[in-house]
T-cell receptor, first 114, second 110 residues
């Protein structure tokens, strides 16, 4: 398996523009997480999906952020409009099996909003 | 609320100098503790899962142990390629969401 695949790897955009980050989880995994990582705050959970359904979105900063999982093999995280404080590395992770198993991470998308 | 604290924040070792990284946790009902390695510009890479106190896992120069309050990642005779940030995460109670610590940045000098 190729692992969790994220695109793009790097994104530079201007303040106010819409940004869409994409994730393909590992085949057969039924849980998907979006995390944001910054030097100041470390890894923060944004949203958690189980069987394509959003279960916990309490980490989504504000209405500018939205996430979807239309099927088991694809998820998006959208920021509209983007702001400089959104600059961070965004990770997608997936896990399968029972509830106590480990999650596997993608390589991340480094977002810079100028 | 679950709390995961890793120490030290940063650690510098000479090649061959063994040491340990600490992950202490305050959770209600630990269901699993995970160790990850993260290289610059990459995503966290899974290393170990520990489920109960007394459990140990080993991989090459790394050994992870677990007690009821903390986990240690022991690094024996480290090499420069072991340089990375090591992250600890826990699953607890009825949650399916791993909570991560801030990590320990390890640098091994040749």
């Amino acid at each position: 398996d190729a692992g969790v695949i994220q695109s793009p790897r790097h994104e530079v955009t201007e303040m106010g523009q819409e940004v869409t980050l994409r994730c393909k989880p590992i085949s057969g995994h039924n849980s998907l997480f979006w995390y944001r990582q910054t030097m100041m705050r470390g890894l923060e959970l944004l949203i958690y999906f189980n069987n394509n359904v959003p279960i916990d979105d309490s980490g989504m900063p504000e209405d500018r952020f939205s996430a979807k999982m239309p099927n088991a093999s694809f998820s998006t995280l959208k920021i509209q409009p983007s702001e400089p404080r959104d600059s961070a590395v965004y990770f997608c992770a997936s896990k399968g099996g029972g509830g106590n198993t480990e999650a596997f991470f993608g390589q991340g998308t480094r977002l810079t909003v100028v | 609320e679950d709390q995961v604290t890793q120490s030290p924040e940063a650690l510098r070792l000479q090649e061959g100098e063994s040491s340990s990284l600490n992950c202490s946790y305050t959770v209600s009902g630990l269901r699993g503790l995970f160790w990850y390695r993260q290289d610059p510009g990459k995503g966290p890479e899974f290393l170990f899962t520990l489920y109960s106190a007394g459990e140990e896992k080993e991989k090459e120069r790394l050994k992870a142990t677990l007690t009821k309050k903390e986990s240690f990642l022991h690094i024996t005779a480290p090499k420069p390629e072991d340089s990375a940030t090591y992250l600890c995460a826990v699953l607890s109670g009825g949650s399916y969401i791993p909570t991560f610590g801030r990590g320990t940045s390890l640098i091994v000098h040749p």
